[in-house]
């Protein structure tokens, strides 16, 4: 598509704040009115679209993808969305170690086990830890206290971290990224401790090397996107 505005703005809107095109409204993909909660959070979309050159990249909008699926999908079924991010709590990666004894679970020990009891003592519950792949069913409470963290937060906050959470495959740190202070490149890297250990073994490829890079510059854009996304205290 061709480029067909020349002007992009802010401007505050009732409920939030809004992208113009030669002082027009963007809307969502859906059609929806596109207010988000803070003039930061706007700014970053703006930022995409001022970015764009005679031909429009649908691939480029991140963040306007993120904002949109808050607004578009989250706001009409937070429930789903929810749910999707507690699957993740029953298959946390944080959770399954290897055998005690062996070289990596001294590393996930090392660098998981922290993690998971900062967790726990910031949401009043127990995770079981699971040595193998085989799947076990977290406990009742440690799910109910889950939900109530998650129901907490608004439709935006939700939709960055089903990101973080699924490039994580952890709700631990997707949860972590939301504290205060929280580093995204140290946690990216807590993620992904054992393909790092396998790859510190036997060697990086190219191409895996790519794929990494890749997933870590879209968890560090999702952990931008909720910051930005939060109202000043």
């Known amino acids: 598509m061709k480029r067909f505005y020349k002007d992009v703005s802010v401007a505050e809107a009732e409920g939030g704040w809004q992208v113009e095109l030669d002082g027009r409204a963007i809307r969502t993909q859906s059609g929806g009115r596109q207010i988000v909660p803070t003039q930061a959070l706007a700014q970053m979309l703006a930022a995409e679209w001022r970015a764009q050159g005679e031909e429009i990249d649908p691939k480029s909008f991140v963040y306007r993808d993120m904002a949109d699926f808050a607004l578009d999908v989250v706001a009409k ?19 399954y170690r290897a055998a005690p004894g062996e070289p990596l ?5 090392e660098i998981w086990e922290p993690l998971v009891r900062a967790c726990e003592a910031r949401h009043g519950m127990r995770l079981e830890r699971i040595t193998g792949v085989i799947h076990q069913k977290q406990a009742d409470g440690a799910i109910i206290a889950l939900r109530e963290r998650l129901e907490s937060e608004d439709n935006f906050a939700l939709a960055g971290l089903l990101t973080l959470t699924s490039l994580a495959a952890s709700l631990v740190v997707g949860l972590a990224m939301l504290e205060d202070g929280a580093n995204a490149e140290a946690l990216f890297a807590a993620a992904n401790a054992e393909e790092d ?28 996107f909720v910051a930005a996304s939060r109202k000043p205290r």
Request: net charge negative.
């Open 105 to 109: 679970f001294d590393r996930q020990e």
């Open 197 to 224: 250990w396998q790859a510190e073994l036997w060697g990086w490829d190219h191409a895996a090397e790519e794929v990494r890079a890749a997933r870590l510059e879209a968890f560090k854009r999702a952990a931008a």
């Open 77 to 95: 079924d937070r429930g789903d969305t929810i749910g999707k991010l507690l699957s993740y709590a029953e298959t946390d990666t944080l959770c």
